[in-house]
T-cell receptor, first 111, second 114 residues
């Protein structure tokens, strides 16, 4: 399978806590993207990390990439109720023309 | 700038009926995609297009056809709808190859096939 697999499938935390989601993939990649999907909506791009990068930040988001372990993590710091959504990773494999998505991590942030 | 829009938002079909889903983007993107998302699952790629007049199959193309006659529009057709095609359909577009570019998604079309 070319898609990433997110872990855990579901995560429930309190507002203000940090949330960490993981993504594993099976073949070498050029880059990896993370997307968010609010209930009933389309996906929204969060961040792209290239294979030669180890860490990237965007606001309260921190993404890491470990190509030796074929894994990535998304950390959301100081979570808010508005962060409640499903989060998907999309690894890009050389030669592919489109992204593929796993089942995602469903994050619930309790106010 | 509306981004990516989809028509209709919701539709109910009977088995065997046909319909066309319309996707439009106003960002002058070359690449366009159609995905389906079933409950509790991720998105699966149906068909995609790398430019006007071109289309290609994705992971789950059976039962669907597409056309890209104009750069800004990407149509998804169901010739003979089946209950297994009940799903939420998302269109997306990107300026360049999606793998290296941000994909912009539409709001989705909910399709129920009875």
């Amino acid at each position: 399978s070319q898609q990433g697999e997110e872990d855990p499938q579901a995560l429930s935390i309190q507002e203000g806590e940090n949330a960490t989601m993981n993504c594993s993939y099976k073949t070498s990649i050029n880059n990896l993207q993370w997307y968010r999907q609010n209930s009933g909506r389309g996906l929204v791009h969060l961040i792209l990390i290239r294979s030669n990068e180890r860490e990237k930040h965007s606001g309260r988001l921190r993404v890491t990439l470990d190509t030796s372990k074929k894994s990535s993590s998304l950390l959301i710091t100081a979570s808010r109720a508005a962060d409640t959504a499903s989060y998907f990773c999309a690894p890009y494999h050389t030669g592919r023309r489109a992204l593929t998505f796993g089942s995602g991590t469903r994050l619930q942030v309790q106010p | 700038n509306a981004g990516v829009t989809q028509t209709p938002k919701f539709r109910v079909l009977k088995t065997g009926q046909s319909m066309t889903l319309l996707c439009a983007q106003d960002m002058n993107h070359e690449y366009m995609y159609w995905y389906r998302q079933d409950p509790g699952m991720g998105l699966r790629l149906i068909h995609y297009s790398v430019g006007e007049g071109t289309t290609a199959k994705g992971e789950v193309p059976d039962g669907y056809n597409v056309s890209r006659l104009k750069k800004q529009n990407f149509l998804l057709g169901l010739e003979s709808a089946a209950p297994s095609q009940t799903s939420v359909y998302f269109c997306a577009s990107s300026y360049g190859l999606a793998a290296q570019e941000t994909q912009y998604f539409g709001p989705g079309t909910r399709l129920l096939v009875l």
